[in-house]
Nanobody, 113 residues
Framework: QVQLVESGGGLVQPGGSLRLSCAAS????????MHWYRQGPENQRELFAN???????NYLDAVKGRFTISRDNDKNMLYLQMDNLKVEDTGVYYC???????WGQGTQVTVSS
């Protein structure tokens, strides 16, 4: 059974940092393209970061230069380092593996002063 568990969210002031983690079980993430999505209060779920099996990454322009996606294949973990957070980064953050890992429960990130 595939399971993804996100953690590390919280309340942070604008300009602050958070590091999200995604613990995967039932899949070997080294064989998957892994993604981070987020869903704001009034928005659809949005894909903003990808990391491919060869380690290449790409980002939505809105987070480029502030967020860093990484993976530890030995630990079967996916990470998201978020720096210089903005109010508009507020939302529930999800990890996903493609193809077909299914969604975790997400972790809430709130950026507010």
């Amino acid at each position: 059974q595939v399971q993804l568990v996100e953690s590390g969210g919280g309340l942070v002031q604008p300009g602050g940092s958070l590091r999200l983690s995604c613990a995967a079980s039932g899949i070997n993430i080294s064989l998957y393209t892994m993604h981070w999505y987020r869903q704001g209060p009034e928005n659809q779920r949005e894909l903003f970061a990808n990391i491919f099996s060869d380690g290449a990454t790409n980002y939505l322009d809105a987070v480029k230069g502030r967020f860093t996606i990484s993976r530890d294949n030995d630990k079967n973990m996916l990470y998201l380092q978020m720096d210089n957070l903005k109010v508009e980064d507020t939302g529930v953050y999800y990890c996903l593996g493609s193809p077909g890992s299914g969604w975790g429960q997400g972790t809430q990130v709130t950026v507010s002063s």
